[in-house]
C-alpha cells in the first residue's frame, strides 16, 4: 500500500543520506533554551515499526507500530520540563489545517535532514538552522494554549528471528549483515513564529519502542540534547 | 442458487494478525479521510454508498465509502470495510449495473476475507520482496496505492469475488450481463491505445489492479447467460445524473494521461452513450486538439463546433475553437471564438491572456 | 516531499553525473544553462553538476524537499521540456515554435501530474519576459507523494523559435508567499544571451 511503500522508500532514503552524526546539538540562532514554564504540544507521532524478514525485506508491522508510537508519546508527556513546563497532547482527532501542518513539518525535516545535517548543505543557509512553518504554525495554539510544538517521527526495524539466524550465519562466514535500525528525527518548533528552534536526527543500530522502559530510551536519544 | 451472504465480520482481536491488518488498515483510513484527494460531494458519496449498500444488504453498517480523485479504473474494498472508488472508474461505468458489479466484486473479496488470506501468504512467500523490488519510481505510486495489505489477489480469489459480485448484483435487482460490458469496454480501450502509440501496455496504468483476462470474461458472460435477468434495467440515467455535475475535472485529468488511445475510445464510449450531451462532445474536441497529430486540428475544430450546439457544453469549447483557429492563423475566427469565450465567462483566470490576443492580433 | 526525495535520489543515480555540490548564487550576473543571464541573489543555491542536464536547471532556498524554481532555456522546436526516463515516447509532449501560452504550460503541466498529483491552474496574464513578449501563469498542485499543498508561478517566452520558461513551486503554507519576491526580481532580471 501507498503508505507503507513511500515511507520505506523514505526510511531508506533517509538513512542513506546520513553523514556521521556529531554531538553537538542543533539550536536556531538567538535560541538556547526553553523558558520555564512552557508548555510543549506533542504533535501525531509519525512512528513506522517494521520487521526484517530474513531476505531483508521490511514488513510493516501495525500492531507494533501503535504499540510503539503509544510508548513513545507516554515517554514524552511523562518527561518533565524545566519550572514546571509540561508537554501536552492535542485534544481529539486531527483537522485538516493541523494535518496539513504536519505535512509541511514532514517535508521541512526531509530539508533539514538533507540540507543542513547531510551532505547536500546549501550554502545560502550558511550553516545556520533556519526552518520555519511559518505564521500559520499559530493554529496548534488555537487548540490547546501550547507555546511550543514537538514532532516525532520515527522509522525502526526489528530482525525476525529468521533474519536473526541469518545474520549469525553470515557472521560465523566472516560476513556482516545489518540487524534493523532504528532512525528518527525530533524537533521542536515556536508556535508564535513557527520557526524551527531545535532539530535533533537519530540513527542507531538498537533500540526496540516495543517495550515501554525501551521506549524511554529511545525518546532520550531523539531528545538528545533537548534544550529544556 | 444464489450466494448466501455470511453474516457481519466481527472486528478482530488486536493481537491476532488480522487485528494487525485492520489497525493498519484503520490508520490508513484516516489518512484517506484528510486526503486533499478526496473527493467530498455528500450527494456523489451518497449515491455510491447507497450502491454499496444495495448490495451488501446486511453488511451495510460495516462499509464506509470515499470516492478519490484519481484517474486510473479502480475501487478497492480493504478487510475493515473501508471502500475507496476512483473517479476514473466512475467514468467508465456506463450506468449504475456497471458500478454495481465492480463493487459486488470488491465486496466479494470483502465477505471472503480475501485480503487476510492473502496478508498470511505473502509473508510466507516474501511477496513483499517483489513489490518492493517493482516500484515504477517515476511513474504513479497511485496506481499501486490502494492494494488492500499491498499485495494481489490470486486467480482464484479473482474468479470467485467475480462470481459473488455477480450474485450480489441480480439478487440486488442489476442484470448481470452488464459485468461482463465492464471488461469490454476497458478491453477495448487498450486495444485503441495499442493502435495509436503502439503501447500494448498489459499492464496499462490504466488498470490499478491486474487486468482481466479472458477466461475470467468468458466466465462472467456464461454466469450471466445462466442467471438470466437481461430485461432488467441497468439505470444508466441514474449514475449520469449522479456524476454530471463533478465529471469536468475528472475528464480534465483522463486527458492529462496524454493516453489518447485509450481517452478516446472512452469519450466515443460516453458519446454515444448519450448524443446530446456538449460535455463529453467538449472533451473529445480537446483531445484532438492536445493530440495534434495530421488531421486532427479539423477534427478538433468539428467536434467542438458540435459540442457548442449542444447543452452542458462548458464556455472554455469557445476558447478551445480560438486556440485551433489561432495556430490555424485564421484570425478572425479566432478573434470570434476569443471573444465568445470571454462573453460566457467574463472573470476566468486566462481573460487577460485572451483579451491581449483580441488587441494584438497575433 | 516523498517525490523530490526521489527526485534527489534520481538525480544521484540516474542520467546526468551525480551533482558535484551545492553551491551559493552570487550577488551579479549569472548565466544559466548558457543562455540565459539573471540576477543573482545569495539566498539561493543551486547544484553544481560534472555534467549538466543541458536546458534545465534548478534552484533553491529551503532545499528540494520544499522549493524549486526551474529553469527550461532555450528548449528547441521538437524537444520536450525536460528528459523522463521510463515514459513512453507519446506521452511527453514536445515544445513546438507556434505553441501559444496554453499551450506551453500545459507542457509544465504534464510534467507536474505525471505522478498523480493535481494540478489547478490560476491566473494567466501576458507579460514581459526575459527581454521579449510572453507570459506568466499561477497554479496549485498537491504533491501525490505527501498530499503538500503547493503553490506556483511561471513566467515564459519564445525566442527565435526557441522556449524560455521559469517556474516557481513551494508549500502553501508561508513558502510560497514569502520567497515569490525573490522569485520574481529574478524573472523580471532574465535575459537571453547568445
Known amino acids: 500500500m501507498r503508505m507503507a511503500l513511500t515511507k520505506v522508500l523514505a526510511f531508506m532514503i533517509l538513512a542513506a543520506a546520513w553523514t556521521p552524526l556529531t554531538a553537538h546539538p542543533n539550536l536556531a540562532e538567538g535560541f538556547t533554551r526553553l523558558p520555564e514554564g512552557s508548555v510543549v504540544a506533542v504533535m501525531p507521532l509519525d512512528v513506522e515499526l517494521y520487521s526484517q524478514t530474513a531476505g531483508g525485506v521490511l514488513e510493516p508491522q501495525a500492531e507494533w507500530t501503535s504499540q510503539g508510537a503509544g510508548n513513545l508519546k507516554a515517554a514524552a508527556l511523562a518527561r518533565p520540563l524545566p519550572g514546571q513546563g509540561r508537554f501536552q497532547e492535542l485534544p481529539g482527532d486531527e483537522d485538516e489545517q493541523t494535518a496539513e501542518l504536519v505535512h509541511l513539518h514532514q517535508a521541512v525535516a526531509h530539508a533539514i535532514s538533507l540540507h543542513h545535517l547531510g551532505a547536500m548543505k546549501l550554502p545560502s543557509k550558511h550553516g545556520k538552522l533556519d526552518w520555519t512553518l511559518g505564521e500559520e504554525a499559530a493554529h496548534v495554539r488555537d487548540q490547546i494554549p501550547a507555546d511550543y510544538a514537538l514532532f516525532l517521527f520515527l522509522r525502526d526495524s526489528y530482525a525476525t528471528a529468521g533474519r536473526k539466524a541469518a545474520i549469525a550465519v553470515f557472521a560465523l562466514l566472516g560476513g556482516y549483515m545489518p540487524g534493523g535500525a532504528q532512525v528518527g528525527y525530533a524537533s521542536l518548533v515556536d508556535l508564535r513564529t513557527g520557526r524551527v528552534v531545535w532539530f535533533n536526527r537519530m540513527a542507531n543500530a538498537t533500540g526496540d519502542v516495543r517495550d515501554p522502559v525501551a521506549a524511554h530510551k529511545t525518546l532520550d536519544r531523539l531528545l538528545a540534547g533537548f534544550p529544556g | ?362 | ?194
Open chain 3, 1 to 194: 516531499m516523498k517525490r523530490t526525495m526521489i527526485l534527489a535520489a534520481m538525480l544521484l543515480l540516474a542520467g546526468c553525473a551525480p551533482p558535484m555540490a551545492w553551491v551559493g548564487v552570487k550577488p551579479g550576473p549569472v548565466r544559466v544553462c548558457g543562455h540565459l543571464t539573471v540576477q543573482g541573489d545569495p539566498d539561493w543555491s543551486r547544484m553544481q553538476r560534472r555534467a549538466p542536464e543541458p536546458g534545465h536547471d534548478a534552484w533553491t532556498m529551503d532545499g528540494l524537499p520544499l522549493d524549486q524554481l526551474q529553469f527550461f532555456v532555450g528548449i528547441a522546436s521538437g524537444d520536450p521540456l525536460q528528459v523522463m526516463a521510463g515514459h513512453a515516447g507519446k506521452q511527453i509532449p514536445k515544445f513546438q515554435k507556434d505553441m501559444q501560452a496554453q499551450e506551453i504550460i500545459e507542457l509544465y503541466e504534464t510534467l507536474a501530474t505525471l505522478d498523480g498529483s493535481t494540478f489547478t491552474r490560476g491566473r494567466m496574464a501576458p507579460a514581459n519576459f526575459a527581454g521579449a513578449p510572453g507570459f506568466r501563469f499561477e497554479f496549485q498542485r498537491v504533491r501525490k507523494g505527501d498530499e503538500l499543498m503547493m503553490k506556483g508561478v511561471g513566467y515564459g517566452s519564445v525566442q527565435k523559435d526557441r522556449l524560455y520558461l521559469l517556474v516557481y513551486e513551494a508549500p502553501r503554507i508561508h513558502y510560497f508567499a514569502h520567497n515569490l519576491p525573490q522569485v520574481e526580481a529574478i524573472a523580471s532580471s532574465a535575459k537571453v544571451v547568445e
Open chain 2, 1 to 362: 442458487m444464489g450466494y448466501d451472504l455470511p453474516p457481519r465480520l466481527p472486528r478482530p482481536d488486536p493481537h491476532t494478525d488480522e487485528g494487525g491488518l485492520w489497525a493498519m488498515l484503520d490508520r490508513e483510513e484516516e489518512r484517506l479521510k484528510r486526503s486533499p484527494f478526496r473527493v467530498r460531494e455528500a450527494g456523489l458519496n451518497d449515491y455510491v454508498h447507497g450502491v454499496a449498500c444495495r448490495l451488501g444488504q446486511v453488511h451495510c453498517p460495516d462499509l464506509r465509502t470515499y470516492v478519490m480523485r484519481s484517474p486510473y479504473f479502480n475501487a478497492n474494498m480493504a478487510a475493515n470495510g473501508m471502500m475507496q472508488v476512483w473517479t476514473g472508474l466512475l467514468l467508465r461505468t456506463s450506468n449504475e449495473a456497471q458500478l454495481a458489479a465492480v463493487v459486488g466484486h470488491e465486496i466479494g473479496h470483502y465477505l471472503s476475507r480475501h485480503s487476510l488470506a492473502g496478508l498470511r501468504d505473502a509473508k510466507a512467500r516474501s511477496a513483499w520482496a517483489t513489490m518492493l523490488m517493482t516500484i515504477p519510481i517515476a511513474g504513479p505510486l497511485a496506481a499501486l496505492g490502494t492494494l488492500a495489505g499491498g499485495f494481489a489477489y490470486t486467480r482464484d480469489q479473482e474468479r470467485a469475488a467475480d462470481s459473488i459480485g455477480m450474485d450480489l448484483m441480480a439478487a440486488a435487482g442489476y442484470p448481470p450481463m452488464q459485468a461482463s460490458m465492464v471488461w469490454s469496454n476497458l478491453i477495448e480501450e487498450l486495444a485503441a491505445e495499442k493502435d495509436w502509440s503502439g503501447d500494448a501496455g498489459k499492464r496499462s496504468y490504466l488498470f490499478a489492479t491486474h487486468p482481466m483476462e479472458q477466461e475470467r470474461q468468458a466466465a462472467m458472460a456464461a454466469k450471466a447467460r445462466t442467471l438470466g435477468l437481461a430485461d432488467r434495467d441497468p439505470a444508466a440515467g441514474a449514475l449520469r445524473q449522479a456524476i454530471a455535475p463533478y465529471r469536468g475535472p475528472w475528464l480534465e485529468d483522463e486527458l492529462k494521461r496524454r493516453r489518447f488511445g485509450e481517452s478516446r475510445a472512452l469519450l466515443t464510449r460516453l458519446r454515444a452513450d448519450d448524443p446530446a450531451d456538449g460535455e463529453t462532445a467538449f472533451f473529445l474536441g480537446e483531445l484532438y486538439r492536445k493530440r495534434n497529430e495530421a488531421g486532427d486540428p479539423e477534427r478538433a475544430l468539428a467536434t467542438l463546433e458540435e459540442a457548442a450546439a449542444l447543452p452542458g457544453a462548458p464556455p472554455e469549447v469557445y476558447r478551445s475553437m480560438g486556440m485551433v483557429h489561432q495556430k490555424a492563423g485564421r484570425i478572425p475566427e479566432m478573434k470570434s471564438a476569443f471573444a465568445r469565450y470571454l462573453e460566457a465567462k467574463p472573470g476566468a483566470e486566462d481573460a487577460e491572456m485572451i483579451r491581449s490576443y483580441l488587441e494584438q492580433g497575433s
